[in-house]
């Protein structure tokens, strides 16, 4: 069973950043692709980014692209979100998600275990 735990969400001003935690209870954390996931009030959850297991692979949404950088270190089995330029828009849950592969994905029903979520708010 693998356990994910999420921190670094709270409220920051538009134009600021934020660096979202993924702490992982698993034992070669490199064979866990790594996901970060959304869920805005009255949204439904959307992808935001991904990494593969090694890290050299990523993928990113759209709307994020730029502003976001996702990244992992195997060492401390912890996955990271940098958020920067952040927008009103960008408030949400975020959760972070891990598969039982090496290899990324931006489709959610692909992750096999998730977070609990952090928040985060943009003011403008």
């Known amino acids: 069973q693998v356990q994910l735990v999420e921190s670094g969400g709270g409220l920051v001003q538009a134009g600021g950043s934020l660096r979202l935690s993924c702490a992982a209870s698993v034992r070669t954390f490199s064979g866990y692709a790594m996901g970060w996931f959304r869920q805005a009030p009255g949204k439904e959850r959307e992808f935001v980014a991904a990494i593969s297991g090694s890290g050299i692979s990523t993928y990113y949404a759209d709307s994020v692209k730029g502003r976001f950088t996702i990244s992992r270190d195997n060492a401390k089995n912890t996955a990271y979100l940098q958020m920067n330029s952040l927008k009103p828009e960008d408030t949400a849950v975020y959760s972070c998600?891990?598969?039982?592969?090496?290899?990324?994905?931006?489709?959610?029903?692909?992750?096999?275990?998730w977070g609990q979520g952090t928040q985060v708010t943009v003011s403008s």
């Open positions: 998600a891990a598969r039982s592969s090496p290899l990324a994905e931006a489709t959610m029903l692909r992750y096999h275990y």
